[in-house]
């Protein structure tokens, strides 16, 4: 067996290492993937931020942010490897000279410098402009980009403009967290591996899909950026379309990068524009009034605090999404997303057409569709629904609705199941772009989404409320009974 090569080490240096991804979200991913041994030994990860702390206190900043935010236990040898990674570097990220330190902490001879822009869009610019002044870029170094990237099409193009001007697109990698997740890449595996599917995969077998993205949180103090930005932009953008993207795709040559972006491109020019012409019966906007979540009374999203009580953002959006290609032809696509809703849940439903004849009516006046139900969170796997006979010696046959479940947790308990950072980060250090977006992908679902913000302007309508802790406004369930169709619940 051909032995596997190591991967070349890194400068990881994280920009906004002191912020609210880092310590949520960047530390325990890190952390984790100390404790799996996918780290290469000699690799370094380096804090930047403008606070007044030393390497002692920002090791002990990534501790406490591991024990508040993480529900593993620490173990010693694995903290005390973690740890000896870390180092910090006090710096203003608009001061250009400022960005020559990293000459010092990083080696450029013997590992690879790939930073981590964990900070607002606009200081992005900055920062590319500061690394390009310092000298410390080679060919070999990369940047990660964390959403949003951009606004609208205009403000993504100044952003990726920028970019551009220091980093060749290759070595770019735009992270998207849902596309770390394993039932999001499983997606692959399910449609290109498995002949049940990838014959059936098209409009000659099925009916429709749903893609749910719900929340049970609120705004959860960033009312201000979140009212700025909307259901629409913050999830749908990105988070849905990339799962419809690898939902609808054709099948990619390889699992080389450019070979899935170029399908994925396909499938965001495909989408049937929305625009005045057809947003009312296309669209749902929402957002949540004063209601219950398990039991608790939350406040109305116009009641939070810091709220502007005029606002009109969403806090919900339903879509009906049409693809003009072949496959899809006469297949809708619905997707909602929603904060305040009855569950926390996000997951794919296939609808299988229904059988045209039947002939056990002693079960079921019209037989039920098959179902193929894709789990995303929070308890990843995948069901079928299918019928069944009911065991007994009656005379006659009768059927019941049951669910074929593979639980990953279960099938798979010798393996650990990551979160879509971990992955993502991984994959970044190592240099592999496959699970990342390209600047195309991000641009062409930006033309799709401003049609329909374009759209929304024009009416200029009001979003429907809905209390908090159901599944959004009445009207979300219009859109589909008027094709004759209902959510999965």
Request: overall charge negative; charged content about 25%; glycine content about 6%.
């Amino acid at each position: 067996m051909k032995e596997k090569k190591p991967y070349k080490p890194c400068d990881l240096v994280i920009y906004g290492a002191l912020g609210d991804l880092s310590r949520r979200k960047l530390f325990i991913s890190l952390y984790r993937l100390e404790h799996a041994n996918l780290i290469e030994p000699e690799t370094r990860i380096t804090g930047v931020d403008r606070h007044e702390v030393n390497t002692t206190e920002f090791i002990e900043i990534a501790r406490k942010s591991l024990q508040e935010f993480s529900s593993e236990t620490l173990i010693d040898d694995v903290w005390d490897r973690f740890s000896a990674r870390l180092s910090y570097v006090k710096m203003d990220l608009t001061q250009v000279e400022q960005y020559k330190v990293l000459n010092t902490v990083t080696d450029s001879n013997t590992r690879v410098l790939v930073n981590y822009f964990a900070v607002a869009p606009f200081l992005f610019k900055n920062i590319c402009q500061g690394l390009a002044h310092s000298g410390v870029l080679t060919n070999e170094s990369r940047m990660v980009m964390e959403k949003p990237i951009g606004h609208d099409l205009k403000s993504s193009q100044e952003i990726n403009d920028e970019v551009a001007k220091v980093f060749s697109e290759d070595q770019v990698f735009r992270i998207d967290h849902y596309l770390g997740k394993e039932t999001v890449l499983n997606l692959l595996a399910l449609r290109f591996a498995n002949s049940i599917f990838t014959t059936n995969w098209n409009h000659n077998t099925i009916d429709h899909i749903q893609i749910t993205v719900a929340e049970e949180v609120g705004i959860e103090g960033r009312w201000e950026y979140f009212d700025k930005t909307g259901q629409l932009r913050d999830m749908l953008q990105n988070h849905l379309l990339q799962i419809l993207t690898f939902i609808a795709m054709e099948p990619p040559v390889n699992l080389e990068a450019n070979s899935i972006h170029n399908e994925k491109i396909k499938v965001l020019k495909a989408l049937r524009p929305i625009t005045s012409n057809n947003v009312d019966e296309k669209t749902v906007r929402g957002q949540y009034t004063g209601g219950y979540i398990k039991g608790a009374n939350v406040p109305g999203y116009l009641e939070e605090e810091g709220a502007d009580t005029k606002s009109t953002t969403e806090s919900f959006v339903a879509l009906r999404v049409d693809i003009d290609n072949w496959r899809w032809a006469g297949v809708p696509f619905y997707l909602r997303t929603g904060k305040r809703l009855m569950g926390k849940r996000t997951e794919i439903v296939v609808y299988f057409k229904q059988l045209p004849h039947n002939i056990f009516k002693d079960s079921f006046r019209d037989l039920p569709p098959n179902k193929l139900i894709i789990h995303l969170q929070p308890n990843e796997g995948v069901e079928i629904e299918m019928l069944n006979k009911i065991p007994g010696i009656d005379e006659h046959i009768k059927l019941q609705k049951t669910r074929l479940d593979l639980s990953f947790s279960d099938a798979f308990k010798k393996n650990r199941i990551f979160g879509g950072y971990e992955k993502l980060v991984l994959e970044a250090m190592r240099g592999n772009p496959t699970l990342f977006l390209s600047r195309e992908e991000i641009e062409q679902a930006w033309t799709w989404v401003d049609s329909i913000q374009d759209a929304w302007r024009h009416y200029n309508e009001s979003p429907k409320s809905y209390p908090a802790g159901t599944w959004g406004p009445i009207a979300s369930v219009a859109l589909l009974a008027r094709d004759g169709r209902a959510w999965e619940e």
